[in-house]
C-alpha cells in the first residue's frame, strides 16, 4: 500500500501550459516532500523540495504548493517547455530518510 | 566525479539463475539504497545501508541480499531469480547528517524469463 497517492498518471499539456500534479499522503510525521524528474532511461534526480512548515515553494518554472492540515502538495509547471516532458514522483520522507514515492506522473508538452 | 554508477546496465535471467548488481559511488556518501521500479508502482525501497558494514530491510525485501562492506559500494543480490523480480533496479546514495536528499545511479534493467 502505497503512503503516497499521486494523481494523475499521465498528463498532456500544450507548450507555454500549466502542469499540475497532485499528491496525498496520511502519515502526519512526514517531514520532507521532495519532487523527483525522470527523463526516459535515467536515473530520478531531485527538482525542488519542501518542508511542513512553508505553504509554497517556487524555483524558477516550478512551484510546489503545500497544505498541510489536508495532507496534500502538488507540483505545478508554468510555461511548459518540451524539454519538461518527463516521468514526475512526488515523494516523502521522515527522519529516517527512507522515501516513499508515489506512483509517477508521465508529462508530455506539445509543441 | 562520477557520482552514482550501477553495473551491468542490462541483464536477462532465467528464473533460478543467481546474480549480483554492483553500486558505486564516490561522493563519500554515508547513506545508501536500492530501490525497484514497475510501471503504475513508483519506486519501492528494497533494503538500505546507513553506513559501512551495516543494512536493513526496506519496503520489498524479499528474495534480495545485500552487502555494505566498503563505504562506497553497495550490492544487491538475488539467490534464485523469479520473473516476479523482472524490473528496473536504481541504487541511490545520500550524504549523511539532515541532509534529505538522495541521488540516483542510472537503472540497472534486469529480465527473469
Known amino acids: 500500500q502505497q503512503q503516497v497517492k499521486q494523481s494523475p498518471q499521465s498528463l498532456i499539456v500544450q507548450k507555454g501550459g500549466i502542469s499540475i500534479i497532485n499528491c496525498a499522503y496520511e502519515?502526519?510525521?512526514?517531514?520532507?516532500f521532495p519532487w523527483y524528474q525522470q527523463f526516459p532511461g535515467k536515473g530520478p534526480a531531485l527538482l525542488i523540495a519542501?518542508?511542513?512548515?512553508?505553504s509554497e515553494k517556487k524555483e524558477g518554472r516550478f512551484t510546489i504548493s503545500f497544505n498541510k492540515s489536508a495532507k496534500q502538495f502538488s507540483l505545478h509547471i508554468m510555461d511548459s517547455q518540451p524539454g519538461d516532458s518527463a516521468t514526475y514522483f512526488c515523494?516523502?520522507?521522515?527522519?529516517?530518510?527512507?522515501?516513499?514515492f508515489g506512483a509517477g506522473t508521465t508529462v508530455t508538452v506539445r509543441a | 566525479n562520477a557520482g552514482v554508477t550501477q553495473t551491468p546496465k542490462f541483464r536477462v535471467l532465467k528464473t533460478g539463475q543467481s546474480m549480483t548488481l554492483l553500486c558505486a559511488q564516490d561522493?563519500?556518501?554515508?547513506?545508501m539504497y536500492w530501490y525497484r521500479q514497475d510501471p503504475g508502482m513508483g519506486l519501492r525501497l528494497i533494503h538500505y545501508?546507513?553506513?559501512?558494514?551495516?543494512?536493513a530491510k526496506g519496503e520489498v525485501p524479499d528474495g534480495y541480499n545485500v552487502s555494505r562492506l566498503k563505504k562506497q559500494n553497495f550490492l544487491l543480490g538475488l539467490e534464485s531469480a523469479a520473473p516476479s523480480q523482472t524490473s528496473v533496479y536504481f541504487c541511490?546514495?545520500?550524504?549523511?547528517?539532515?541532509?534529505?536528499?538522495?541521488?540516483f545511479g542510472p537503472g540497472t534493467r534486469l529480465t527473469v524469463t
Open positions: 541511490a546514495s545520500k550524504k549523511g547528517g539532515g541532509s534529505y536528499e538522495q541521488y
Open positions: 502519515n502526519t510525521a512526514f517531514d520532507y
Open positions: 519542501i518542508r511542513p512548515d512553508v
Open positions: 515523494a516523502a520522507s521522515t527522519n529516517d530518510y527512507k522515501l516513499s
Open positions: 561522493m563519500n556518501h554515508e547513506y
Open positions: 545501508s546507513v553506513g559501512e558494514g551495516t543494512t
